[in-house]
């Protein structure tokens, strides 16, 4: 089977990578490039879009900001999954909120901003601080602002609107800040049978907004049915095929959705270790129509992002447990370079795991390992 993925960056590979033994070929589609190419060697296709198209028995994408046009084009084919709405839902904050509304999956307080007046109602409705975002682009925290004070107004005012006047299908929201306990996530699986897999709810910490640290086998049963039952309303609502995720923030118990992305998701990377049938595998299995993996735990996991970086100590791979992940791109600060996943027979083994990966990742470049593997012990 050929499977074209729209996007070509570490998603399509991770897929490319487990779908080989599944005998499903798979090649990418680079939208800024507009190249068809090998998501794990590089190589080129003389295929253009519409060929690429004609020559793959199904279409998946690793990103929600595909063009419209590309869009439409996978869509006609009637071979993409998970298809053009949920990808729209995932790249769109507006149209994301009246899905999670029309779902009756709680999320965080909003208002959409399309002019002045809506920002002083948002102000006055939802209270100070506000995470302001562009509904149309963004990710890893790009496209936001913090209002803190109301002296701040008129200033973030100004860069909102350059960004609303640029195209007019520009919209913006502000939400109210959550104050949460943690911020966690679900991954699962969706077949078009309608058959669902959801994986153990991952605890996440982001750093400037870029996901850092993710850890598996922790949730209690509790959180874990109050995210599968917001997984089950969503992928149903989105009629969905392949693996989708959604990230929380818990309150006092309580999840609040802060936002869906319709792919395979940084903080599902520990299931290449720590579950049965990882992430990417089941994506590429739904899509392709092959019955869905299981989601199990097998051990508690983390994954530790490498950002900014082409290289680590030779330790953190010889440390019991560990493997590491590249994703074969030029260094920039900041960057998604790659990422560490370990695994261990208990939660406490796996502290002691990541005390002895913290004395050799430093704390600035990879914050949270020293306070996680002490919470642990
Ligand atoms: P990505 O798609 O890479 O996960 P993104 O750019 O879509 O990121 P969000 O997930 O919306 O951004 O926000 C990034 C982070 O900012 C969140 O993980 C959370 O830590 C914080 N954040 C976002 N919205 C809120 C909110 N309403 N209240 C409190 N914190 C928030
Ligand atoms: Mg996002
Ligand atoms: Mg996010």
Redesign the pocket.
Same mark, same amino acid.
């Given at each position: 089977m050929q499977m074209l993925v729209l996007g070509a960056g570490q998603l399509a590979r991770m897929m490319a990578l487990v779908a080989t033994p599944l005998d499903i070929h798979i090649r990418a589609y680079d939208v800024n490039s507009e190249q068809v190419l090998h998501p794990v060697t590089g190589e080129r296709y003389e295929q253009n879009l519409t060929q690429a198209i004609e020559a793959s028995d199904r279409i998946t994408a690793e990103f929600e900001h595909v063009p419209a046009d590309v869009l439409a084009l996978c869509e006609q084919s009637g071979k993409f999954f998970p298809g053009r709405k949920a990808i729209e839902c995932g790249g769109d904050r507006a149209k994301e909120k009246a899905l999670l509304d029309g779902a009756g999956v709680p999320s965080?307080p909003y208002v959409l901003v399309t002019e002045h007046r809506h920002l002083e109602q948002a102000i006055s409705d939802l209270g100070l601080p506000l !995470?302001i975002?562009t509904c149309q682009a963004?990710?890893?925290?790009?496209?936001?602002w913090r209002l803190k004070s109301t002296d701040q107004a008129d200033d973030i005012w100004q860069e909102m609107k350059a960004f609303l006047d640029k195209d007019a299908t520009h919209s913006i929201i502000c939400?109210?800040?959550?104050?949460?306990d943690r911020?966690v996530s679900v991954i699962g699986a969706r077949d078009a049978q309608g058959n669902v897999k959801v994986y153990p709810v991952t605890e996440?910490e982001?750093t400037n907004? !870029?996901?850092t640290l993710s850890v598996a086998g922790i949730v209690n049963k509790n959180i874990q049915a109050q995210a599968v039952d917001a997984y089950n309303k969503v992928a149903k609502a989105l009629d969905y095929v392949g693996v989708l995720a959604i990230?929380f923030?818990e309150v006092e118990g309580e999840l609040l959705v802060?936002?869906i992305?319709p792919r395979v998701h940084?903080s599902g990377h520990w299931t290449q270790q720590g579950a049965f049938c990882c992430q990417f595998e089941n994506h590429v299995r739904a899509v392709a129509g092959l019955p869905l993996g299981s989601t199990d735990l097998m051990q508690p996991s983390a994954m530790i992002n490498v950002l900014g970086q082409d290289a680590i100590p030779q330790q953190v791979l010889a440390t019991p447990g560990v493997r590491s992940h590249w994703y074969g791109k030029t260094v920039k600060p900041g960057r998604k370079m790659g990422h560490i996943n370990v695994s261990a027979n208990s939660l406490y083994e796996l502290g002691e795991r990541l005390s002895e990966l913290q004395a050799h990742l430093s704390e600035q470049d990879y914050p949270g390992i020293k306070a996680r593997a002490q919470q642990l012990k």
């Open positions: 965080a !995470v975002k963004g990710y890893d925290g790009k496209g936001q939400e109210k800040m959550i104050p949460f911020e996440n982001h907004g !870029v996901l990230e923030f802060n936002e992305a940084n």
